[in-house]
């Protein structure tokens, strides 16, 4: 009952909004993804995860090295070797996936750090076309828009304008 009541809200809300102006939508993503400045990101982005990639792919494969000759040394090893041999591949697995964690907040963090720049500077832009189209509200197209009207989408307008800017 909440949630239809909640739905109802939301239409009417919705239907004032459609009844004082436009509403649009903007693919974010898309838009960062095709302009110079997020092709540029995405470049150096791409650069630095491959050269972790390639350092993360050889000690992984180190580490499988070092299991797979425990594995066959196994039936000549005492009991006791055998136990501090599994703890030490135990440990370096664990290691790993230590770095591979910490590979991965650096990289999110390199990428918050080349994206958030272009983001604010796209919503100056997306302000700026609403604006000029006369649109009242602009959304985020991933916010779930279940139906829009091709021309309620503004992502190529803003693209466009982005890429006119100054830098």
Known sequence: MRALSLLLVG?????TVMAEGKVGYVDVQKAIQATGAGK????SLDAEYGK???????????I????????????VLSEEVMGKKQMELQEE?????????ENQLEIQKKEKEL?????????????????????????EKQSQVLYAQKDADLT?????AFEKEKK
């Open 64 to 75: 499988e090295k070092m299991g797979q000759d425990l594995e066959k040394k196994k039936a």
């Open 52 to 62: 972790r990639k390639k350092d993360l792919d050889k000690k992984k494969a180190d």
């Open 11 to 15: 239409l009417f809300a919705a239907g």
């Open 115 to 139: 994206v958030e720049p272009i983001l604010e500077k796209m919503k100056k832009v997306i302000q700026q076309v609403a604006e000029e189209k006369g649109y009242s509200i602009v959304i």
């Open 156 to 160: 190529d307008a803003v693209i466009q």
């Open 93 to 101: 697995m664990m290691k790993f996936q230590k770095v591979v964690a």
């Open 40 to 43: 540029k990101a995405k470049e």
